[in-house]
Protein backbone atom coordinates (compact mmCIF):
# COMPACT_ATOMS: atom_id res chain seq x y z
CA UNK A 1 0.00 0.00 0.00
CA UNK A 2 1.04 3.17 -0.79
CA UNK A 3 0.57 6.26 1.39
CA UNK A 4 -0.27 9.62 -0.29
CA UNK A 5 -0.52 13.14 0.94
CA UNK A 6 -1.34 16.34 -0.99
CA UNK A 7 -0.84 19.53 -0.32
CA UNK A 8 -0.41 23.54 -1.76
CA UNK A 9 -4.55 23.76 -2.47
CA UNK A 10 -6.33 26.99 -1.48
CA UNK A 11 -7.87 30.07 -2.95
CA UNK A 12 -6.58 31.71 -6.10
CA UNK A 13 -8.27 34.53 -8.30
CA UNK A 14 -9.19 33.81 -11.58
CA UNK A 15 -5.79 34.06 -14.26
CA UNK A 16 -3.96 33.24 -10.98
CA UNK A 17 -1.08 29.72 -10.11
CA UNK A 18 -1.16 27.20 -7.79
CA UNK A 19 1.81 24.59 -7.49
CA UNK A 20 0.30 21.17 -6.13
CA UNK A 21 2.00 18.18 -4.50
CA UNK A 22 1.98 14.66 -3.59
CA UNK A 23 4.71 13.10 -1.47
CA UNK A 24 4.43 9.01 -1.52
CA UNK A 25 5.91 6.42 0.97
CA UNK A 26 5.69 2.53 1.35
CA UNK A 27 7.04 1.70 -1.92
CA UNK A 28 9.93 2.27 -4.24
CA UNK A 29 8.72 6.00 -5.90
CA UNK A 30 10.61 5.46 -9.35
CA UNK A 31 8.34 2.22 -9.96
CA UNK A 32 5.14 4.15 -9.43
CA UNK A 33 2.71 5.79 -12.27
CA UNK A 34 1.55 8.67 -10.85
CA UNK A 35 -1.10 10.73 -11.82
CA UNK A 36 -3.70 13.71 -10.50
CA UNK A 37 -7.18 13.84 -10.55
CA UNK A 38 -9.79 16.35 -9.43
CA UNK A 39 -13.71 16.00 -8.63
CA UNK A 40 -15.81 19.29 -8.84
CA UNK A 41 -19.58 19.15 -6.57
CA UNK A 42 -21.64 17.12 -7.68
CA UNK A 43 -19.41 15.83 -10.51
CA UNK A 44 -17.43 12.86 -11.06
CA UNK A 45 -14.10 12.52 -10.41
CA UNK A 46 -11.59 12.81 -13.76
CA UNK A 47 -8.81 12.48 -14.81
CA UNK A 48 -6.16 15.76 -15.46
CA UNK A 49 -2.24 14.15 -15.30
CA UNK A 50 0.00 11.44 -15.33
CA UNK A 51 3.42 10.60 -15.10
CA UNK A 52 4.76 7.13 -16.50
CA UNK A 53 6.43 4.77 -14.05
CA UNK A 54 9.33 5.06 -16.48
CA UNK A 55 9.52 9.02 -16.10
CA UNK A 56 9.29 9.06 -19.76
CA UNK A 57 5.50 9.91 -20.67
CA UNK A 58 2.82 12.53 -19.79
CA UNK A 59 0.01 12.56 -20.35
CA UNK A 60 -2.87 15.43 -19.66
CA UNK A 61 -6.50 16.18 -20.20
CA UNK A 62 -7.70 18.26 -23.04
CA UNK A 63 -9.05 20.91 -20.76
CA UNK A 64 -5.84 21.34 -18.60
CA UNK A 65 -3.48 21.36 -22.06
CA UNK A 66 -0.68 24.23 -22.24
CA UNK A 67 -1.40 25.47 -18.53
CA UNK A 68 -1.00 22.66 -16.21
CA UNK A 69 2.41 21.01 -15.99
CA UNK A 70 2.71 17.67 -14.56
CA UNK A 71 6.61 16.76 -12.77
CA UNK A 72 8.16 14.63 -10.64
CA UNK A 73 11.56 14.57 -8.04
CA UNK A 74 12.29 11.08 -7.48
CA UNK A 75 14.92 11.71 -4.80
CA UNK A 76 12.12 13.47 -3.18
CA UNK A 77 9.09 11.07 -3.45
CA UNK A 78 7.02 13.41 -4.52
CA UNK A 79 5.02 14.56 -7.78
CA UNK A 80 3.88 17.69 -8.59
CA UNK A 81 1.33 19.51 -10.49
CA UNK A 82 1.72 23.44 -11.61
CA UNK A 83 -1.66 24.54 -12.66
CA UNK A 84 -1.32 28.37 -14.56
CA UNK A 85 -4.14 30.33 -15.74
CA UNK A 86 -6.58 29.04 -13.39
CA UNK A 87 -10.30 29.66 -14.23
CA UNK A 88 -13.46 29.15 -12.03
CA UNK A 89 -13.93 25.34 -13.93
CA UNK A 90 -10.70 24.59 -12.43
CA UNK A 91 -12.25 24.63 -8.89
CA UNK A 92 -12.77 21.27 -7.45
CA UNK A 93 -10.80 18.33 -4.62
CA UNK A 94 -7.34 17.39 -7.00
CA UNK A 95 -6.50 13.95 -5.77
CA UNK A 96 -3.40 12.55 -6.53
CA UNK A 97 -3.04 8.67 -7.44
CA UNK A 98 -0.08 6.34 -7.90
CA UNK A 99 0.02 3.14 -9.59
CA UNK A 100 2.19 0.38 -9.00
CA UNK A 101 4.29 -0.23 -12.15
CA UNK A 102 1.31 1.16 -14.14
CA UNK A 103 -1.30 -0.81 -12.08
CA UNK A 104 -4.27 0.74 -11.74
CA UNK A 105 -5.90 -2.45 -10.02
CA UNK A 106 -3.15 -1.56 -7.51
CA UNK A 107 -4.21 1.95 -7.13
CA UNK A 108 -3.60 4.30 -4.11
CA UNK A 109 -5.45 7.68 -3.38
CA UNK A 110 -4.31 10.81 -1.23
CA UNK A 111 -6.81 12.46 0.77
CA UNK A 112 -7.87 15.06 -1.50
CA UNK A 113 -6.65 19.16 -1.51
CA UNK A 114 -8.91 21.58 -2.20
CA UNK A 115 -8.25 24.11 -4.83
CA UNK A 116 -11.06 27.18 -5.60
CA UNK A 117 -10.62 29.55 -8.12
CA UNK A 118 -12.43 32.64 -7.50
CA UNK A 119 -13.90 34.70 -10.77
Known amino acids: QVQLVESGGGLVQAGGSLRLSCAAS????????MSWFRQAPGKEREFVAA????????RYADSVKGRFTISRDNAKNTVYLQMNSLSPEDTAVYYCAADPRGAISLRSWGQGTQVTVSS
Open 51 to 58: FSWSGSTT
Open 26 to 33: GRAFSTLA
